[in-house]
């Protein structure tokens, strides 16, 4: 495939490396680059199968919109633009293109999404809940797209709210921790990266699933088909 991928921090320099790996072409642009989504044409867009979005909160609305309305697939692994799902949703739809979009690409991120849901009965039988994440101190927004769905699949199972601290530090690559409490005990369940290779192989491979398809599709709701 020929891959696109804007933003080359982190996480965006290993999926460019994993692409490689798997056979794929890709060619990177830099935010410097593209300011307000302007590198992103028509004419440039045309000859890529995926663009693949791992910029920053500020620049992701443009991006999406520059690939969007040119009818080019995508997947955005950048958070903190959530509160415009819906019209995003919308114009996937009225163009009649493929959007893959996840608060974390992480297969093992995903298998603790599942445990999590196992634990929502908890918080009906006088259990409270409190989310905690660690995140280094270069990430931009708070919480993280991974704690916030998190909290979303407690508070949509259970009704009740749950809270959320963020701490940024160091070069912590990504720490997800879910206590429940009660009078008589505690249980408690933990996500923590060792690096960042499984997000970019993650993202690779949701590269490769939403390729000549249509639709908009959540990570956490097609993984176990990628």
């Not at 890709?26 to 867009?45: K, W």
């Not at 704690?147 to 720490?175: C, H, K, N, P, W």
């Not at 290779?197 to 490769?208: C, S, T």
Request: hydrophobic share 40%; charged share 20%; aromatic share 8%.
């Amino acid at each position: 495939m020929k891959i696109l991928l804007l933003g080359c921090g982190k996480t965006g320099s290993l999926v460019a490396q994993v692409a490689r790996e798997r056979g794929h072409e890709i060619e990177v642009l830099r935010a410097a680059d593209n300011p307000h989504a302007s590198a992103l044409t028509e004419p440039r867009l045309a000859p890529l199968d995926v663009v693949i979005e791992f910029t920053t909160p500020h620049c992701v609305l443009d991006n999406i919109m520059a690939c969007v309305g040119a009818r080019k697939n995508m997947v955005v692994g950048t958070t903190g633009w959530y509160s415009e799902l819906a019209k995003v949703k919308a114009d996937v739809e009225q163009y009649g293109t493929g959007f893959l979009y996840g608060s974390n690409f992480s297969i093992g991120v995903n298998l603790f999404f599942d445990l999590v849901r196992a634990a929502v009965p908890a918080l009906q039988h006088q259990y409270g809940a409190q989310i905690y994440e660690r995140h280094h101190a270069q990430k931009k927004d708070a919480p993280s797209g991974t704690a916030a769905t998190m909290q979303q699949i407690l508070e949509e199972g259970s009704g009740t709210e749950v809270e959320i601290t963020s701490f940024r530090e160091g070069d912590v690559v990504g720490m997800h921790e879910l206590v429940i409490n009660s009078g008589n005990d505690s249980i408690y369940l933990c996500h923590d990266a060792k690096s960042r290779r499984g997000f970019g192989e993650g993202a690779v491979r949701a590269a490769e699933w939403i390729a000549g398809k249509k639709g908009f599709f959540d990570f956490k709701d097609i993984w176990k088909q990628i």
